[in-house]
């Protein structure tokens, strides 16, 4: 079955700790982003990429950081620099530009403990 | 800067009604707005793609229209079933067409 998988579903993380969250892709698609999720705030763009080996940041990367090395695979890192990272983090694919949909993935909750 | 806006947080309704939910945007027209239903705890799943020169759009009981002068989209589910209890998405890709920004989102609870 084709789709997009993050793991870990959960993933706790102690104060001053970098962890990275998982996302592949079967679907062949170009492009691959991640969202941020907090009550009340809806989707919040992370970072995303068009393409291999390029990325952008988007209205919240800071505290981020991720690599597209290969086209199926879009890893996020948060880093110690992330002062809030308490959040539920989405991954989505989509072919590329035009009037396509996104596809998701079933999410990341991480909690700083 | 681009937005787009769900102004309703939680929209509650009975068995069999419709549910209307509406979606604003500002500054340029997009070519098209998405929608989407996010279950808790899941990724969100598309719904309907409405297009700025399409004034309405239906799939079974949802109904989507695009009305570009009020800047806005209206999210219709008629004869609402417990089952669509879910918060629903208002998306649009921005300026440069690189990335979709979504709404807040409205959370809808249909009671039996």
């Known amino acids: 079955d084709g789709g997009i998988t993050q793991s870990p579903k959960y993933l706790f993380r102690k104060e001053g700790q970098n962890v990275t969250l998982s996302c592949e892709q079967n679907l062949n698609h170009d492009a691959m982003y991640w969202y941020r999720q907090d009550p009340g705030q809806g989707l919040r763009l992370i970072y995303y990429?068009?393409?291999?080996?390029?990325?952008q940041k988007g209205d919240i990367a800071e505290g981020y950081s991720v690599s597209r090395e290969k086209k199926e695979s879009f890893p996020l890192t948060v880093t110690s620099a992330q002062k809030n990272p308490t959040a539920f983090y989405l991954c989505?694919?989509?072919?590329?530009?035009?009037?396509?949909?996104?596809?998701f993935g079933q999410g990341t909750r991480l909690t700083v403990v | 800067s681009q937005k787009i806006e769900q102004n309703s947080e939680a929209l509650n309704i009975q068995e069999g009604k419709t549910a209307t939910l509406t979606c604003n945007y500002t500054?340029?027209?997009?070519?098209?707005l998405q929608w989407y239903r996010q279950d808790p705890g899941r990724g969100p799943v598309f719904l309907l793609l409405i297009r700025e020169n399409e004034k309405e759009k239906r799939k079974e009981r949802l109904k989507v229209t695009f009305d570009t002068t009020l800047k806005q989209s209206l999210f219709h589910i008629t004869a609402s079933q417990p089952a669509d209890s879910a918060t629903y998405l208002c998306a649009r890709r921005n300026q440069a067409g690189t990335a979709l920004i979504f709404g807040k989102g409205t959370t809808l609870s249909v009671s039996s």
């Open positions: 989505a694919s989509m072919p590329g530009q035009g009037n396509t949909e996104a596809f």
């Open positions: 500054n340029y027209s997009p070519a098209y």
């Open positions: 990429s068009q393409i291999v080996n390029d990325f």
